[in-house]
């Protein structure tokens, strides 16, 4: 027994009735990245090592690379890795590929990354993430910085979680400030800042203090603005009041201004102008976003994102600006899976079995599955005839297959198992009750893949 | 302009056009398989390199291995590879998962795998493929060795494909043949027979002789059974005719006539029953598959399989046989690529985009498109009023979409782009026309995303 290998730590796999839910998120997200007009890509997922460090940031702690096992290493080999995310394939495909495609050019993709960190909660080694990008020479217009937290909004939504928390700020609103207050290095003001959530208000405060030398009164300046928050555009005058200015404030402030006005037809409180999220990442240029469940404030951000003016371009010496999102596709589900909050389905696409007996014509139980199949049913003929009926009966509940058949000559009838119920059937037009299958009742106006908190989450 | 990265031999990557070609393959491949009650399961990328190495045949030679790349290796940590197939990763879930798993378990899996090998044609080091596999307790119904070829041949003809030979053969035919003729060591021979594509019949008669010590005679008798063909039960007299017998080549044929028998009902000649075919890998047991493009005989095998009785239950000291095929998706894709035989639709999913103006009221495009997203309509409101509206129509026009709507109140129009049409629309109604798009196009009614070869392939 022992020989049964163990799971590998942070590469998690599900069994095949979460599975069906997790495929259907996935449905979900494409359909509706689709629906606003993006193109799926899926680059490769190796890249030369020298590209994925290209972006800084220490990430090259986390990154596998690859080593054939036994073949010899040849010199002109280059030195291959896993992405460990998709904005740097995206960057790299689009400079790449810039002559065949069209701008601005809006993709999806749909696809695993990894990285060798510590497993932990909402942290895996490998992982599926759901990235939307606008990349579009010259500028990238502002419509998209507003479309990107909208599809992400309705995506979730659909699937059935709508305690969600966007959080947008603009880059240039902290910068600006910071330019205002006279700090020389706003880069790293914004660094310190972000520390926020880990290190509180004061620790914050006193870390401005000793490492960038800045007075008490403009330190306390800076978390003021840290502390600004609202659901709508009030975010402005509370900024206002602190009475610093710059050039490159009033232009964040305008650009924030407009996505959330853009956004105000969301439901209230799901999109906050929140000036303490600056995003880690050194390309962040304008609007940035971090989304967090609702229901579970301390789970880490569940998206992130924002608009970057020279992630793509380095690579053609052209001005090539973008604005994308990425979801943590596992992330949320792994959580809620863990939170028993996924309704699982049935452990079998199948929906109905038809009933095989030693009597049976097989070749006529044949065609009257592919007769079904045409119209979309699943169906299984049942793969021994010499199986007790009640044993195929059975095999069929154990599974959660909806409906069984059985198949006589003009004289089909199936019975729902969940009710009972028997009926004679045309079977060249059956079919299922789309309230009694898995697959339809994830539909988008149905949304009951995600079950509600049994008990109220921590607000 | 040299700072693009390069792509990386082996590597595949598709402009946005050919990925919807492929995506609607995979939705063929994932559609098929449920309509027969194929559940899917999506192991982890990443095993214990002694998981995969337990298969043996050299595969190690292929395997990527994985290391970070700055972090500490910790003595404890497994040492872990990609998968180079999804045949080792299914066993292994299966018998982790074993006891919450309803047998027979139905499985496919649509996934990448990766083999650190020299790229050449159909070779690819990274690539996906579509998996089927059924795996029960005890022994697996033969209605399964009749089953996977068929819905192998049913997406294949969906997608396009239809000059395909499914080439099928049982081991226990050559074994029990080889133990007729009195050959110790059966496995050497199907070894060798195996070569007789590379070396010719005489090249494997020498080797026969000469490293297995066998006779002219008999070694002639072992290339005489190799070379039986037959496009229905017509093998069976034919390996009669070779005078040689034993109980377990009596077990084989009537296997094999079970298959051949079930499968009489698709195209002639697209299923051979093929005495040449081993497959080399050692874990089949029984029935054997081996699949070819019949316009592009010297390519390599498309699909291949079998069925086996040992691979899972080793894990569990249990007897859990299963029968499966592995088809070769990017193998398939990429050949009919460079064939410039894949149709190419547009470069985008958009249906329609909303013309936008410096007068329009953005809130009402914005509701309107959402109207028709309700209704599976692709919409863009374009993203800048202030681009002249011929600009916005050739924004459609570069990205292939077929139609632009001119919005205004209580009279919205929608333009046909391909045939200038333009007519008055409900816009909480309007459905593209199915067949002016490419969604609709590759419906498996209409499977035209393979064009047919322009010259006739070589025979």
Redesign the interface.
């Known amino acids: 027994?022992s020989?049964?290998?163990?799971?590998?730590s942070g590469?998690?796999?599900?069994?095949?009735e979460a599975?069906?839910v997790?495929?259907q998120w996935i449905d979900i997200m494409r359909?509706t990245f689709?629906?606003?007009?993006?193109?799926?890509?899926?680059?490769?997922?190796?890249?030369?090592?020298?590209?994925i460090q290209a972006k800084g940031d220490d990430a090259?702690?986390?990154?596998?690379?690859?080593?054939?096992?036994?073949?010899e290493q040849t010199a002109d080999e280059?030195r291959?890795?896993?992405h460990f995310d998709l904005t740097v394939p995206m960057a790299?495909?689009v400079?790449?590929?810039f002559s065949?495609?069209?701008f601005?050019f809006?993709?999806f993709q749909l696809q695993?990354a990894?990285r060798?960190e510590r497993p932990q909660e909402g942290r895996y080694?490998?992982f599926t993430q759901a990235d939307i990008d606008v990349i579009d020479q010259g500028s990238v217009?502002f419509?998209?910085d507003a479309e990107m937290p909208r599809i992400v909004h309705k995506i979730l939504h659909t699937i059935g979680i709508d305690n969600v928390h966007t959080n947008v700020n603009n880059r240039k609103i902290i910068q600006g400030y910071y330019e205002g207050l006279g700090i020389a290095d706003p880069m790293k003001a914004i660094q310190i800042i972000d520390k926020i959530d880990k290190i509180g208000p004061s620790g914050v405060q006193q870390m401005l203090m000793s490492q960038m030398g800045l007075t008490e009164d403009v330190a306390q300046k800076c978390l003021q603005l840290a502390q600004i928050r609202s659901e709508d555009t009030g975010f402005i005058d509370q900024i206002r009041a602190l009475g610093v200015s710059s050039a490159l404030l009033d232009q964040g402030i305008e650009e924030l201004k407009y996505v959330m006005d853009?956004l105000s037809?969301l439901p209230k409180g799901s999109v906050i102008a929140n000036m303490s999220i600056a995003r880690g990442l050194n390309y962040y240029t304008g609007t940035v976003y971090e989304g967090k469940l609702g229901d579970y404030p301390d789970f880490p951000t569940i998206f992130a994102g924002g608009r970057y003016e020279n992630l793509v371009g380095?690579?053609?010496?052209r001005s090539l600006p973008g604005v994308g999102i990425s979801i943590g596709l596992t992330r949320i589900f792994g959580k809620l899976l863990k939170e028993g909050r996924i309704k699982l389905g049935e452990?079998?696409?199948?929906h109905v079995?038809i009933i095989n007996t030693p009597e049976s014509d097989?070749?006529e139980l044949m065609r009257k599955a592919e007769l079904m199949?045409k119209n979309?049913?699943?169906?299984?003929?049942f793969?021994?005839p010499e199986t007790k009926t009640s044993n195929q009966i059975r095999?069929a509940t154990?599974?959660g297959?909806p409906y069984i058949m059985f198949a006589s000559e003009g004289a089909d009838e199936i019975k729902n198992l969940e009710t009972g119920e028997q009926t004679a059937v045309d079977v060249a037009s059956w079919q299922p009750d789309r309230h009694n299958t898995y697959q339809s009742r994830i539909e988008p106006s149905q949304r009951c893949s995600v079950l509600p908190l049994a008990v109220p989450g921590p607000k």
């Open positions: 027994m020989k049964v290998p163990k799971p590998v590469f998690p796999e599900w069994l095949p599975r069906r997790e495929l359909r689709e629906s606003y007009g993006y193109a799926s890509i899926e680059p490769a997922s190796v890249e030369e090592v020298s590209v090259d702690k986390e990154i596998y690379a690859l080593r054939r096992l036994s073949g280059p291959l890795a896993l790299r495909y400079a790449q590929n065949a495609l069209q601005p809006k993709r695993k990894w060798g080694r490998e217009s419509h998209f853009r037809d380095t690579y053609l010496n452990k079998s696409p199948t079995v097989q070749n199949r979309s049913v699943n169906v299984e003929v793969h021994e095999y154990r599974k297959i």
